[in-house]
């Protein structure tokens, strides 16, 4: 990261210190063009999960360099509309403050790179909901059942964004566990991750990663290490959405 940008993040009372341990870090939201985005610090964390499937091994430590900001909900179909998205089909359950779904990965990073963002890494996504204590749900180590929308409570559908506000991770980003799958920006590959082998090429073909879970999965799909390739990029579910990124 630039000394300029470090510098702009301190003029406006921004620590950009590594982070060691979640309960170091306060919050920090700020609007983009409408939409409300929370700020990731920097620090490292153990990627993956030894008790998880196989494609969640090894484990292995990942560190973020550079802080950004991320979407503090999932994309909503009125932040869609209003930021002038385009999509070939309306979501399944509509809604304004529902996530847009039915959206391929080619349109959601189309979209994110409108609003000057682009889809996270998986290395982004992870840390953002397990951050340096590695926690196996974004809000602590056990299921909580009322702290996310997935099958057992979901009514066979999506809610509106930040409806389970106790689900809140420890930089301030909502649903993290449940409502719909996001799309990452990285290629579904092996473990352990990096960056360098190709995996972060948008031009490259493949299945993209989803992470997260949906309104329709059952509690061990929703943590945060869990890892999915439903379908080829190009195609679309009404339990995939996504959320932006953006660089500091």
Same mark, same amino acid.
């Given at each position: ?8 993040? +301190? ?15 306060? $919050? ?27 494609? +969640? ?25 209003? %930021? ?6 309306? *979501? ?6 529902? $996530?847009? +779904? ?17 889809? $996270?890494? +998986? ?6 909901? /397990?951050? $340096? ?29 930040? *409806?389970?506000?106790?689900?809140? *991770? ?8 449940? %409502? ?42 929703? /943590? ?21 990124? /953006?660089?500091?």
């Amino acid at each position: 990261m630039r000394a300029t940008e470090l510098a702009t993040l +301190e003029a406006i009372g921004i620590d950009i210190r590594p982070v060691t341990a979640n309960a170091d870090w306060t $919050p920090i939201e700020q609007d983009f063009d409408g939409v409300s985005m929370v700020f990731v610090p920097m620090g490292c964390f153990e990627m993956g999960s030894a008790e998880g499937d196989s494609d +969640e091994q090894p484990v292995h430590q990942q560190c973020v360099d550079a802080p950004f900001w991320l979407d503090k909900t999932e994309v909503t179909q009125a932040q869609f509309t209003v %930021n002038q998205g385009v999509v070939a089909l309306p *979501s399944y359950f509509s809604g304004d403050n529902r $996530p847009v +779904e039915q959206i391929t990965w080619f349109e959601a990073r189309d979209y994110c790179q409108s609003r000057g963002g682009r889809l $996270p890494t +998986e290395v982004e996504w992870e840390y953002v909901a /397990r951050g $340096p204590d590695g926690l196996t749900y974004p809000w602590g180590n056990e299921f909580i059942p009322d702290n996310l929308v997935y099958e057992e409570n979901s009514n066979d559908e999506t809610a509106e964004v930040g *409806s389970r506000p106790s689900g809140v *991770s420890w930089v301030g980003a909502l649903d993290m566990s449940g %409502n719909v799958w996001e799309w990452m920006s990285s290629l579904y590959r092996d473990y352990p991750y990096d960056a360098g082998d190709g995996r972060e090429d948008l031009t490259a073909p493949g299945a993209r990663a989803l992470r997260g879970g949906s309104w329709n999965d059952v509690d061990n799909v929703t /943590r945060a290490a869990k890892r999915y390739a439903f379908m080829s990029p190009d195609v679309d579910s009404f339990r995939i959405g996504f959320r932006c990124a /953006r660089s500091s």
